[in-house]
């Protein structure tokens, strides 16, 4: 996958940050050991000659030095296993005096056998998708915002708006809240203005505040991008991005050109995200005719088989909203 320079510039400054700060922890916690229990801080001291004992012996070319070295280490062992065992009972944490890193494999390095570490991959994607997302139009809502009363509480074609979006709303919600591996992918459709949007936003602002990866915006501005990156014009790897997002949330389907290339990428990136079990959201104005006449069997199968259908229903809000103020 490609990551741009400020991606890196900012995991490494991230990750220069936390180890920093691990540093600085560990440099206060010696100090205090030294000051409360001086006993410990001569047994460190005793690990930190051995080094140079060891050397001593390399140099002399002994024919014992290799058993001695041997005694050595296992005293070492011994040595390290008290200083657990009386930081146990001083801090109640044997592993007190390990320095606090977030990674424990590369030690907030970013790299581990010379290879990128899982913690260095993990804050490239999520500083690439925030700057994917940094270029979409669509605010981010809090749940606390939803408005049950711009909703209808009379009955259309057997079904009370109110209800019905009451029931999307905790639907959204526990979604949030409970998403994880496993978590469905979610097709909402209705006309505009209903909130397909709003709650899709919702969603992401949650989710990111949980720690996921969410890559949301409206469709047609990714398929714009990766249009761009795929002929040159741009630089990037959005496809890469959307597909291997925590949660994709695609607003509004069918604002799109129609083309061959964007029917293309739009069916690779949804059955790719099916075939990696990740959920994506796909919010439309389409009717369910309309999306059949709009696009081709694989990708109205894969969306009506795959995705679990959310109706929006009711008036257009922003027109109900305008009443209100009167």
């Given amino acids: 996958m490609k990551y741009s320079e400020q991606a890196f510039e900012r995991a490494e400054a991230e990750l220069s940050r936390r180890r920093k700060r691990a540093e600085e922890i560990h440099i206060k916690r010696t100090e205090e050991i030294n000051r409360i ?21 390399v140099m002399e070319k002994r024919e014992d030095t290799a058993e001695i070295i041997e005694k050595v280490k296992e005293k070492n062992l011994r040595t390290q296993e008290t200083i657990k065992d009386m930081l146990q009972v001083v801090k109640g944490d044997r592993n007190y005096l390990d320095v606090p890193y977030s990674c424990a494999i590369c030690g907030d390095t970013g790299y581990s056998g010379g290879a990128r570490c899982e913690c260095l991959k993990g ?55 409970n998403f994880g591996k496993g978590s469905p992918s979610l097709f909402f459709f209705g006309r505009t203005g209903l909130g397909k949007t709003f709650l899709s936003s919702c969603i992401a602002k949650q989710l990111t505040e949980n720690g996921f990866n969410v890559a949301f915006g409206s469709i047609l501005d990714f ?33 799109e050109f129609q083309t061959a290339f964007n029917e293309s990428a739009l069916y690779d990136i949804i059955n790719s995200r099916i075939n990696l079990d990740r959920p994506t959201i796909i919010s439309t104005n389409l009717s369910a005719s309309e999306l059949n006449g709009r696009y081709n069997e694989r990708i109205v199968s894969r969306i009506t088989g795959c995705f679990d259908p959310i109706p929006f229903i009711g008036k257009d809000i922003r027109h109900v909203k305008r009443q209100f103020k009167y």
Avoid at 37 to 57: F, H, Y
Avoid at 153 to 159: E, Q
Avoid at 240 to 252: P, S
């Fill in 37 to 57: 229990a001086p006993e410990i801080a001569v047994l460190q001291r005793s690990l930190s000659n051995t080094g140079a004992e060891l050397m001593k012996l």
């Fill in 123 to 177: 804050l490239l994607k999520k500083y690439t998708i925030e700057e994917i997302n940094s270029n979409c139009h669509i605010k981010l809502h809090d749940f606390t915002e939803f408005r049950l009363e711009y909703y209808d509480n009379t009955s259309i074609n057997g079904a009370v708006p109110r209800e019905k979006m009451a029931q999307n709303y905790q639907f959204c919600r526990d979604y949030a809240l």
């Fill in 223 to 255: 398929l714009r991008a990766v249009e761009n990156e795929r002929f040159g014009r741009a630089e990037g790897d959005t496809l890469e991005i959307l597909i291997n997002a925590d949660l994709l949330i695609l607003d509004d389907l069918g604002s």
